[in-house]
DNA sequence: GAGTATCGCAAAAACGGTTTGTCCAAGTCA
DNA sequence: TGACTTGGACAAACCGTTTTTGCGATACTC
């Protein structure tokens, strides 16, 4: 079941059947379908192992998710991620390579692990595994980029166009004070979208209202809540997860507001929930992110320069209910 | 980098280092202690690969997720799946391991894949995969168990046991017929639960009503709406997924029936979702039983019988306001 | 004091491929 | 016809570990 067997059963050197089945020496077309034909009929599978070991290659490409010590998620979206996920999944194998998934909980377990490259999902500033990657000369993409540093290898979605796409649509339809909720600024998504934020705001004279809350529809609707009774309370909602819109439509209904009469709301990302609530929203795609990361990092490992070393994945807003003039009648269980 | 630097700084053999590194051979505790030293200082990784090939173990444990061939999702509970291999990815690292990703569409991949062990999450009648890794002689352990087949490495819910403790649950509060919605009775969940109802149903002396449907709030809708506009209409639902049960609740509202006065909802398994719905809920934890699956397998690797062949995880019912007397209320956005 | 464990370490053989360098035969060119 | 190229195949080195075997040296036994 070695290069040995066939070579023996093809009666040829164990060079020529290397050479034969990756298509490298020169070698006579008939003898190299004859090994092939051989190796085939063999069921010969070339040992990873020591095909890695030889070629300086271990065909494991990391992704690395944020994770609190204790195990649990600390991102804020998992449908998000698992798509992402199985995008890449399926887009790593493609290319010959298996995707391993880490924790950045477990640092110790990377060096135990030799990973020909690195995707990093959603990079804090100062990103300790980027760099510690980097150092050892290790590809590394992030899908969203590392705050505060400019260059690098990224996949991203541009919040600075999406979200006064999204500011306006809310304008359109009448708002006149929109709040901003997200999460902590440390990633480039949360620091982006706040900027284009400000700016929006600061363009349309209008005074930034910016909550920070965990990502949760709880903290979306204490947030909401605190908002809602501030003096000059915010008549639209623009809340960077899905969840936290959620957690604004339960604040809205608790304070007596109607969706979207008196108070709009559109979240960031789309999600199965969202669709629920008819929530209206930006739609960014884990699955085009994945695999443009992996493209982009097997491009990388293989010394090809990527065709662009930054590469924006468009986004679209999806209109729903919650920000339609009409009002959003609730038309679920009874009350 | 290599062994052989530290051999040279520590002024020994490579052997030495090993034995001294691995705690194999017989050394001397000095020489230990110095080749340890040296080693730390000059920051010597053992190449993983090398050690794999030598070793003859690669390190690696596949993790196979049912998915569509066009790299969808095919699993009904992207949250209770993310939490199981973030949870197993976890565990596989404190052993030593790392989780490899796989999809079951990429059959090709698994071929180019040194893998000690496999994890198959809810696998089908005459597993494909199973089969394959068995025959290979790789141990093979699953979550839920092969449908017709005994034997094998295993962990699993008893829903034999949680099935007739939430009808127990729902005939407690007064329900008569209680409906069943399940998914395709193609996994050991879905096929002992729909089990367990009939047998339930035939102690309790009540006719059963299985509805299968897609793993859909859309589908659960459907399904349930069908089954109240029955002549004996069910006054109980125990749903397969809490997404069914949502859907469930949705056509509730919609035929207008208040739950849980004239209709009690249970789902399995719990979720976000299902919190926010109130919906009283089977728990099945997915990091238990992850964890549990890689210890198995693990075990199995190491050439130890893991200390139990098969694996109880036990799960516990959450009740909430679909299943309490007092009628639910909505709580959110205005009618 | 000869025989025998035991100890501490090193040399060398795997592990299963890839890659390099070499050789030979046949064809090409001047 | 001799020098040079080219195509085809092979032997051997190498990748970086682990593991087995072997060999002096020291300590123990009687």
Redesign the interface.
């Known amino acids: 079941m070695g290069i040995r067997e066939v070579a023996d059963a093809a009666g040829v050197s164990i060079t020529t059947v290397s050479h034969a089945l990756n298509g490298k020496g020169r070698i006579n077309e008939r003898t190299r379908r004859r090994v092939q034909q051989v190796a085939e009929q063999l069921g010969y599978?070339p040992?990873?192992?020591?095909r890695?070991?030889a070629g300086g290659r271990?065909?494991?490409i990391g992704l690395a998710i944020a994770?609190t010590s204790d195990?649990?998620?600390a991102i804020s979206d998992?449908?998000f991620?698992?798509?992402l996920?199985?995008?890449a999944?399926?887009a790593a194998?493609?290319r010959?390579y298996?995707?391993?998934?880490?924790?950045g909980?477990?640092e110790a377990?990377w060096?135990?692990?030799?990973l020909d490259g690195l995707i990093v999902v959603d990079p804090i500033r100062d990103d300790p595994l980027c760099a510690e990657f980097r150092g050892r000369g290790i590809p590394v993409v992030t899908t969203g980029r590392i705050p505060e540093e400019d260059g690098g290898h990224w996949v991203d979605c541009n919040h600075f166009e999406a979200t006064p796409a999204i500011l306006d649509h809310l304008a359109a339809r009448g708002a006149r004070r929109i709040a901003l909720i997200g999460t902590a600024p440390i990633t480039s998504y949360s620091l982006d979208t706040r900027a284009a934020y400000q700016q929006w705001c600061k363009q349309h004279d209008q005074e930034p209202m910016i909550a920070v809350a965990r990502a949760e529809?709880s903290a979306g609707f204490e947030t909401t809540q605190k908002l809602l009774r501030r003096a000059g309370r915010p008549d639209a909602i623009y809340a960077m997860l899905d969840r936290l819109a959620?957690g604004a439509?339960?604040a809205?209904?608790?304070e007596?507001l109607?969706?979207p009469g008196q108070l709009q709301v559109a979240g960031c990302t789309d999600s199965?929930?969202g669709k629920?609530e008819h929530l209206t929203a930006i739609v960014v795609p884990p699955?085009q992110i994945g695999r443009a990361a992996v493209a982009m990092v097997a491009d990388l490992i293989e010394g090809r320069e990527p065709p662009e070393q930054h590469v924006w994945v468009p986004t679209r807003i999806v209109p729903r209910r919650s920000t339609r003039r009409k009002a959003?009648?609730?038309?679920?269980?009874?009350?």
Do not use: C, K
């Not at 060096?111 to 030799?114: C, E, H, I, R, V």
């Not at 959003?328 to 009350?335: F, H, I, S, W």
């Open positions: 599978r040992n990873t192992v020591a890695s070991l271990s065909g494991l994770q195990g649990e998620f998992i449908a991620y698992s798509h996920m199985n995008a999944t399926i194998f493609d010959g298996a995707l391993v998934l880490a924790s909980a477990q377990a060096n135990n692990l030799w529809e959620i439509l339960l809205a209904q608790a007596g109607s969706v199965d929930a629920r699955e959003l009648v609730r038309e679920r269980l009874p009350a």
